[in-house]
C-alpha cells in the first residue's frame, strides 16, 4: 500500500514559470515531510523539508505548502529554471527526530524548456 | 566529506544467479537504510540499521534477500538467486543520529542497477 500519493508523473514547464507538484499521505502519524530532488545518474539529494507545525517554508526559489487537514503538501519552484529539470520525490516519516525510514512518492520528471 | 559510495554501479545477471551490492556510508553515520526503486515505482524502504544492528527490516521482500553490515561501516545486500522481478534501482543512504541534527537527513548514494535477465 502505497503511503505516499504525487502527481502529476511527468511535467514540462517553460523556463521562468511556475512548477508545481502535489503530495498526499493518509498516516495522520507523519509528522516530516522532506522533498528531494534527483539528477540522473545521482541519488536523490535533499532540496527541502517542513514539519506540520508550519503552513509553508520557503528557500530561494523552493516553496513547500502544506495543509494539514487536507493532509496534502506541495512544492513549487518560482522561475523554474532549466538546470532544475530532475526528478522529484516527495516523502514522508513519522518522528522527525528519530530514524524511521522516508516513504516517498513515485517521483515526478520534471523538464524545464528553455 | 566523501559521499555514500555504492559498488557496482551496474549489474547484470542471468535468474537464479547471486549479486552483492556494496554500500559505503558516510564516515560517523550510524544509520544506514537501503530502498529499491522498480521502474516507475516510488522509492520503496527495504531495510534499517542503526550501527551493526537490523532496526527494520520490514520491507525487505523475502528471504532470498540478505542484508549485513560488518562492524557497523559498510553493508551488503545479497540476493539469491535473483529473480526477474528483483530488477531495479538499489540505494543506500546514510544518516548521522537525527537527535543530535534535529532532522533525519538522508545522504543517498548513486545507485546500484540491477537487470536481471
Known amino acids: 500500500q502505497q503511503q505516499v500519493k504525487q502527481s502529476p508523473q511527468s511535467l514540462i514547464v517553460q523556463k521562468g514559470g511556475i512548477s508545481i507538484i502535489n503530495c498526499a499521505y493518509e498516516?495522520?502519524?507523519?509528522?516530516?515531510f522532506p522533498w528531494y530532488q534527483q539528477f540522473p545518474g545521482k541519488g536523490p539529494a535533499l532540496l527541502i523539508a517542513?514539519?506540520?507545525?508550519?503552513s509553508e517554508k520557503k528557500e530561494g526559489r523552493f516553496t513547500i505548502s502544506f495543509n494539514k487537514s487536507a493532509k496534502q503538501f506541495s512544492l513549487h519552484i518560482m522561475d523554474s529554471q532549466p538546470g532544475d529539470s530532475a526528478t522529484y520525490f516527495c516523502?514522508?516519516?513519522?518522528?522527525?527526530?528519530?530514524?524511521?525510514?522516508?516513504?516517498f512518492g513515485k517521483g515526478t520528471s520534471l523538464l524545464v524548456t528553455p | 566529506e566523501a559521499g555514500v559510495t555504492q559498488f557496482p554501479s551496474h549489474s547484470v545477471i542471468e535468474k537464479g544467479q547471486t549479486v552483492t551490492l556494496r554500500c559505503d556510508p558516510i564516515?560517523?553515520?550510524?544509520?544506514l537504510y537501503w530502498y529499491r526503486r522498480v521502474m516507475g515505482k516510488e522509492i520503496k524502504f527495504l531495510l534499517h540499521?542503526?550501527?551493526?544492528?537490523?532496526?527494520?527490516e520490514s520491507g525487505m521482500p523475502n528471504n532470498r534477500f540478505l542484508a549485513e553490515r560488518t562492524g557497523g561501516t559498510y553493508s551488503t545486500l545479497k540476493v539469491q538467486p535473483a529473480e526477474l522481478e528483483d530488477s531495479g534501482v538499489y540505494f543506500c543512504?546514510?544518516?548521522?543520529?537525527?537527535?543530535?541534527?534535529?532532522?533525519?537527513?538522508?545522504?543517498f548514494g548513486a545507485g546500484s542497477r540491477l537487470t536481471v535477465l
Open positions: 543512504a546514510s544518516s548521522q543520529d537525527p537527535r543530535r541534527s534535529g532532522a533525519n537527513v538522508l545522504t
Open positions: 498516516n495522520t502519524a507523519f509528522d516530516y
Open positions: 517542513i514539519r506540520p507545525d508550519v
Open positions: 516523502a514522508a516519516s513519522m518522528g522527525s527526530n528519530s530514524g524511521y525510514a522516508l516513504n
Open positions: 564516515s560517523g553515520h550510524d544509520n
Open positions: 540499521f542503526v550501527k551493526e544492528s537490523k532496526q527494520d
